[in-house]
């Protein structure tokens, strides 16, 4: 069966840290992968995907990036956190030629 | 533009007092429409995948339905572990890369 991991679970950091989120699947081959964020009370945005090794596409301009290293690896990172990127990070992945997206555990990030 | 809008934001039900939620959607194209439930602190966990207006789909005490402009979530019979929030999210016939455009939720409380 499929897992999806997400680390770390919880992560403080102050203003103008940088940030580096993981996330892994298992169980499963050549996903497309997602990065949501939750903000407090509010839905979730999408913020990258990636259909495949070093394919990134971005949805929101902003202070974040994704990498894509390997098949099942998907990274979210920043040079200098803002207090805006506080929120409730998700990663997603689908299977290809299906529709349903599976979510991770979520990482919990505050920007102090 | 694409859209989704859910009601009530929240609601609060005595146990075996059944109620519904609902999801409106506008995009061009509904390719999918899903419903998540999500518990304080946790990612969404799938529920329920509508494809077609006239679908419904159970699970338990959960019903799903789907109309062209609109779904409903049914809650028969509620159970207090039934309190969550609850998603929908759609993706449109345009995206070729499973982009969902999520709706802000439904948080549900049912209490003893």
């Known amino acids: 069966s499929q897992t999806i991991h997400q680390w770390p679970a919880t992560l403080v950091q102050p203003v103008g840290s940088p940030l580096s989120l993981e996330c892994t699947v298992e169980?499963?081959?050549?996903?497309?992968l997602y990065w949501y964020r939750q903000a407090a009370g509010r839905g979730l945005q999408l913020l990258f995907y990636s259909v495949g090794i070093g394919q990134i596409s971005s949805e929101v301009p902003q202070n974040l990036s994704a990498s894509r290293p390997q098949d099942r690896q998907f990274i979210l990172s920043s040079k200098k956190l803002l207090l805006s990127d506080s929120g409730f990070y998700l990663c997603?992945?689908?299977?290809?030629?299906?529709?349903?997206?599976?979510f991770g555990p979520g990482t919990r990030l505050t920007v102090t | 533009e694409d859209q989704v809008t859910q009601s009530p934001e929240a609601l609060r039900l005595q146990e075996g007092e059944s109620s519904s939620l609902n999801c409106s959607y506008t995009v061009s194209g509904l390719r999918g429409l899903f419903w998540y439930r999500q518990d304080p602190g946790k990612g969404p966990e799938f529920l329920f995948t509508?494809?077609?207006a006239g679908e419904e789909k159970e699970k338990e005490r959960l019903k799903a339905t789907l109309t062209k402009k609109e779904s409903f979530l049914h809650i028969t019979a509620p159970k207090p572990e039934d309190s969550a929030t609850y998603l929908c999210a759609v993706q449109a016939g345009s995206s070729n890369t499973g982009k969902l455009i999520f709706g802000q939720g439904t948080t549900l409380q049912v209490k003893p």
């Open positions: 509508l494809y077609s």
């Open positions: 169980g499963t081959s050549n996903p497309n």
């Open positions: 997603a992945w689908r299977v290809r030629g299906s529709y349903e997206q599976y």
